[in-house]
């Protein structure tokens, strides 16, 4: 009898003793997982570096604010300068967050296929309106400035 109750006492040591070496290994190995860091940096002139914050970070409500706005953006301009919508591309995008918590925004606009006599004047219409329907609403806090609206052909000339 005795025999059998230190064999029992050896398996259930030898049982504890497995349990606790896989707890073990496995709270281990949960923190050598791998991850990702990412991360920005600045060359500084001295050849030193410096960690530079992300330019933007915006939630996906204003991403998805953003995207319903240049596609707006994108039938209105098609509109006023009287061209296919296919031919007017357009991506608004945020470039950093500005006084007041605002999000500053930049517009590239790329006029495909286009051979229209585009002068200072339609274009300067095109750009007041991107300032405007991106300045004038009520339901976003964005702002954005002449010299974040770029316009350019399909030639790639900047026209504005």
Known sequence: ???KTILILILLLSLAGMIYFLIEKQAVAGSNTPHV???MREELPN???KVVKPIYEIDEQMQNWLNK???ELTTNIANQLKVDRKNVK???APIATGENKML???CSVVLLKSKLALGDERIQKVVEEIIEAITNQTDARVTIRT??????????EVLH
Do not use: A, Q, R
């Open 104 to 106: 500053d925004v930049s």
């Open 1 to 3: 009898m005795k025999n």
């Open 69 to 71: 706005k240049g596609e």
């Open 90 to 92: 357009l991506v608004l």
């Open 47 to 49: 050849g030193e570096s």
């Open 37 to 39: 860091k990412v991360e």
């Open 147 to 156: 010299e974040n609206i770029v316009i350019t052909n399909s030639n790639n």
